[in-house]
Every structure is written in structure tokens, then in C-alpha cells.
């Protein structure tokens, strides 16, 4: 097993869209709403913001199957299956940003990401201009080295990204870079 830590910072605004269910006021508009509980889409823990696990978990799997990494020997085998499998990131990453440091924005988007064909409204989300932070990633298989950890968390944070209106789905939101990763092998 490989344990690594990885520093990450921002290269373009993050703006986070954690779901909630805050009940709507009597009479309360859609826009006064979202204005309204734009806080509540931030993941907090003891008033401090952080980049959920499966935030990033989810930008290694999908920049895995865009990027097809070949396996050296293996044929046309690809680290996909074993970045989606045998690696696992448990903590959150905090970002040391309280709530009251990020800025509001207005989005023109989609009303139901997850149906294209469906309208368009606007839609307020916290944006961070500027974050920096470290992840620590958990590999069972011997076969993600630390090249290939590097190789798709540096792929990931340019065409995958993180958070709402992140590239791989068309916005230009989440990007980040990586500063620099160590590595430390766990013997079990």
C-alpha cells in the first residue's frame, strides 16, 4: 500500500454546489432564494471550508478514463480500473477559509445539470478565488506509482477540475495544479 500527500492549489475560482434542502419562505422567489442560501452550498466543518474526498476521488476517475494511461507491459491495459478501485481518499481537504471569506456569483446555467435538454436559470454559488491545500491518497495497488499518481492529478486539475462549472463539464471553474507529492509506502 502507498499513502500519498499531495499539495494542491487553485489555478481558477472553485465554486462549490453541496446540495441542501433549506426550506423556501412563504411567497419567496427562486432568485431571492438562491441569493438567500448561496452559504448553504459550502461544505463546512467547524467553520472552515474544505474540498469533500470524493471530490477529488471522482477528478482521478474521470481524468483516468479520459486520459487512458497505458500499463508499460500490459497492452492496451489502462490505470482506469485501478484508480477507480484501489484508490481511496479519506479526508477531507481543509482549506483554512471561513464561510464569510468567499463571494458571491450569479450563474446563467442550466436548471437540472443532469438534463441538458431542461431550461436555463440563474443561480448564485460561493466562489473561492484562491485556495491552497493537501489531500492525502491512499493506493492498495502497488501498480499506481507515484509517476502515475503525479501524472493524473496534473491532468486532472487541468481538463477534469473540481467543484460546479468545472471543465469536463464545459465550464472554466476548478482548476487546480499540483505543487508537489510525496510518497510513503505502509506496510500492512
Same mark, same amino acid.
Given at each position: 500500500?502507498?499513502?500519498?500527500?499531495?499539495?494542491?492549489?487553485?489555478? #481558477?475560482?472553485?465554486?462549490?454546489? *453541496?446540495?441542501?434542502?433549506?426550506?423556501?419562505? +412563504?411567497?419567496? @422567489?427562486?432568485? =431571492?432564494?438562491? $441569493?438567500?442560501?448561496?452559504?448553504?452550498?459550502?461544505?463546512?466543518?467547524?467553520?472552515?471550508?474544505?474540498?469533500?474526498?470524493?471530490?477529488?476521488?471522482?477528478?482521478?476517475?474521470?481524468?483516468?478514463?479520459?486520459?487512458?494511461?497505458?500499463?508499460?507491459?500490459?497492452?492496451?491495459? #489502462?490505470?482506469?480500473?485501478?484508480? *477507480?478501485?484501489?484508490?481511496?481518499?479519506?479526508? +477531507?481537504?481543509? @482549506?483554512?477559509? =471561513?464561510?464569510? $471569506?468567499?463571494?458571491?456569483?450569479?450563474?446563467?446555467?442550466?436548471?437540472?445539470?443532469?438534463?441538458?435538454?431542461?431550461?436555463?436559470?440563474?443561480?448564485?454559488?460561493?466562489?473561492?478565488?484562491?485556495?491552497?491545500?493537501?489531500?492525502?491518497?491512499?493506493?492498495?495497488?502497488?501498480?499506481?506509482?507515484?509517476?502515475?499518481? *503525479?501524472?493524473?492529478?496534473?491532468?486532472?486539475?487541468?481538463?477534469?477540475?473540481?467543484?460546479?462549472?468545472?471543465?469536463?463539464?464545459?465550464?472554466?471553474?476548478?482548476?487546480?495544479?499540483?505543487?508537489?507529492?510525496?510518497?510513503?509506502?505502509?506496510?500492512?
Amino acid at each position: 500500500m502507498r499513502k500519498f500527500n499531495a499539495h494542491l492549489e487553485s489555478v #481558477t475560482p472553485y465554486g462549490q454546489g *453541496r446540495y441542501h434542502d433549506t426550506p423556501k419562505l +412563504p411567497r419567496e @422567489l427562486h432568485d =431571492a432564494y438562491e $441569493e438567500r442560501t448561496y452559504l448553504h452550498k459550502l461544505h463546512v466543518s467547524l467553520n472552515e471550508i474544505y474540498i469533500p474526498p470524493m471530490a477529488i476521488k471522482k477528478c482521478l476517475e474521470e481524468t483516468a478514463q479520459y486520459i487512458k494511461m497505458p500499463i508499460p507491459g500490459r497492452g492496451k491495459e #489502462t490505470y482506469t480500473k485501478n484508480i *477507480r478501485q484501489a484508490v481511496l481518499i479519506n479526508e +477531507p481537504c481543509m @482549506l483554512g477559509i =471561513a464561510p464569510a $471569506e468567499v463571494r458571491l456569483q450569479k450563474v446563467f446555467t442550466l436548471s437540472q445539470p443532469a438534463k441538458p435538454q431542461g431550461g436555463r436559470v440563474w443561480k448564485y454559488f460561493p466562489v473561492i478565488d484562491q485556495w491552497a491545500g493537501v489531500i492525502t491518497i491512499l493506493s492498495l495497488d502497488e501498480i499506481v506509482t507515484e509517476y502515475v499518481m *503525479r501524472r493524473h492529478l496534473e491532468m486532472g486539475g487541468l481538463i477534469t477540475g473540481i467543484g460546479v462549472w468545472r471543465p469536463n463539464r464545459g465550464g472554466s471553474w476548478g482548476k487546480f495544479r499540483l505543487t508537489s507529492l510525496t510518497e510513503e509506502e505502509i506496510v500492512l
